[in-house]
C-alpha cells in the first residue's frame, strides 16, 4: 500500500519548495506525483495506491496551465484547492493508464473531512497567517472530527473502495462521520484536463511511470 499523504494549507505568502515549485502544488500533487512514479516498478503487482485529496478541491477551478504555480496572482485558498483538485485527477488518470497497461495495480483518492490536524496550525502554512492560526483551534473544536476518524476514508479507501473511487466521510456535506462514496466534480473527472496535468507533472519533475 501506498498512501500519499503529505500536505500543506494556505501559506499567507507565496513560497516554494526546494525544487522551485509552488509549495502548495510542489507539495500536496508533485511530489507525490514523483514520490509514485519512482517507487512503481517496485510496488507489488497487487498494489494499491490512495491519495488524499479534500473537500476543498470543489473550490479549484479549472487549472491554468499559463499559471500553473500561481506565479501572478498568487491566491492561498485557490492555491490549496487546485492542488486537491490535482490529487483527484492524477488518482483517476493514473487508474485509467494501469488499466491500459493491463495491470493489477489501484489507485483511488479519499478525503478526511475536517480533522483536528497539525495542517491548521503549521508555520509553513495556515500557521503563518496570525489571524487565522489564531482562530483556527477555535473553529476545529467546533467543526471538526478527530485526526483517528479523519484517517478512517483512508483506511477504507485501502481497504473498501476500488479503482478511480473516491472516498470520504458521509455526514455533514462529508465534513465527519462514517466512510463510504464522497462526491467529485465534472472538473475533477475530466480525463483530458488529467491527461494534461500528467504531461505538465512529467515535465516539471521529470519522472515519468514504467507502465
Known amino acids: 500500500v501506498l498512501i500519499n499523504n503529505a500536505g500543506v494549507m494556505m501559506p499567507a505568502m507565496r513560497t516554494e519548495t526546494a525544487d522551485g515549485f509552488e509549495l502548495q502544488l510542489g507539495t500536496n500533487h508533485l511530489g507525490h506525483f514523483a514520490l509514485t512514479g519512482l517507487l512503481f ?22 487549472l491554468d496551465f499559463d499559471n500553473l504555480q500561481l506565479e501572478r496572482g498568487y491566491n492561498p485558498q485557490r492555491g490549496y484547492a487546485n492542488s486537491k483538485l490535482a490529487n483527484i485527477l492524477f488518482a483517476l488518470e493514473l487508474q485509467r493508464r494501469i488499466d491500459k497497461a493491463g495491470l493489477k495495480v489501484t489507485s483511488n483518492a479519499a478525503h478526511p473531512g ?12 495556515l500557521g503563518s497567517n496570525k489571524i487565522l492560526s489564531t ?7 467546533i467543526f471538526s472530527q478527530s485526526a483517528s476518524a479523519g484517517a478512517r476514508p483512508t483506511l477504507y479507501a485501502v481497504d473498501v473502495a476500488g479503482g478511480g473511487t473516491y472516498s470520504g466521510p458521509k455526514s455533514l456535506f462529508e465534513t465527519r462521520g462514517k466512510p463510504g462514496k464522497a462526491s467529485m466534480t465534472k472538473t475533477a473527472q475530466d480525463p483530458a484536463l488529467a491527461a494534461q496535468l500528467w504531461d505538465a507533472s512529467e515535465k516539471l519533475t521529470g519522472v515519468g511511470f514504467p507502465f
Open 41 to 62: 516498478p517496485k510496488l507489488a503487482a497487487d498494489a494499491k495506491i490512495t491519495t488524499i485529496a479534500s473537500v476543498a478541491h470543489r473550490q479549484g477551478p479549472k
Open 114 to 125: 475536517i480533522s483536528a490536524t497539525e495542517l491548521y496550525s503549521s508555520p509553513d502554512g
Open 135 to 141: 482562530l483556527a483551534p477555535i473553529g476545529l473544536k
